[in-house]
Structures are given as C-alpha cells and as structure tokens.
C-alpha cells in the first residue's frame, strides 16, 4: 500500500524559505513519480512540482519555477521540496502524491497532471503559511 506523510510546513516571512518533506512507503521509487500540490483556500488543488525517479527529470509550475527545488532521496524514501523566496501566495496546504510510471515516456508534467485527476486520498498536508 502507497502511504505518503507531509511535513515541514510551518508560519514564515515574504522572502524566506521551507523545505517539505514527503515521506514515502510501499513502493519501489524507481518506477514512480511523485508530485507535489497545494491548495489554497477557495482554490482547486494545484500541481507545484514532479519528479520521475527513473531518470531524475522534473516539473515545475510557472508559479515557482526558479524558487522551487523537488529532490528525492531514494536510500531515504523520501522527497523534498525546497521553497524560497517565498511570498504570501504560496500559501496553501501542500500534499505529495504519487503515480506508477514504470518504464513509460510519461513525462513528469503528464503525470502530476494523472495525480491531480486521478488520486482519491491526498493525506493531511502541510500547511505553509506565508506572511507580509
């Protein structure tokens, strides 16, 4: 069974930083990707950032692209997501998901994108909240 648990998320400042935490069980990391998504409040959930483990390759939004870093530590089953520069509309539960890929030429945009549809049980979160 498929069991991931957020954390790290926390009160900061415009311009500081957080690194999340993804904690990852049942699965074997090469054959996954696995995706962060954050949801405001009155907002849909969102995909932030994707990595496919088999070749490292990534995806960020718009929205974070040059702030963001996903990472993942396969010894460690656990992925990050280390935020700076962060602003008051990063603020959001964020949630890790992850999707089956196999060997696929499914890219990491595609797959956050199955995630966001597809995934029926985000978790608890995170909540990162970010102040003026």
């Known amino acids: 069974e498929v069991q991931l648990v957020e954390s790290g998320g926390g009160l900061v400042q415009a311009g500081e930083s957080l690194r999340l935490s993804c904690a990852a069980s049942g699965f074997t990391f090469d054959i996954y990707a696995i995706g962060w998504f954050r949801q405001a409040p009155g907002k849909e959930r969102e995909g932030v950032s994707c990595i496919k483990s088999s070749d490292g390759s990534t995806y960020y939004a718009d929205s974070v692209k040059g702030r963001f870093t996903i990472s993942e530590d396969s010894a460690k089953n656990a992925v990050y997501l280390e935020m700076h520069s962060l602003n008051p509309e990063d603020t959001a539960v964020y949630y890790c998901?992850?999707?089956?890929?196999?060997?696929?030429?499914?890219?990491?945009?595609?797959?956050?994108?199955?995630?966001?549809?597809?995934?029926?049980?985000w978790g608890q979160g995170t909540q990162v909240t970010v102040s003026s």
């Open positions: 998901a992850a999707v089956q890929v196999g060997p696929s030429m499914m890219t990491p945009a595609q797959a956050i994108n199955v995630m966001l549809h597809s995934t029926r049980d």
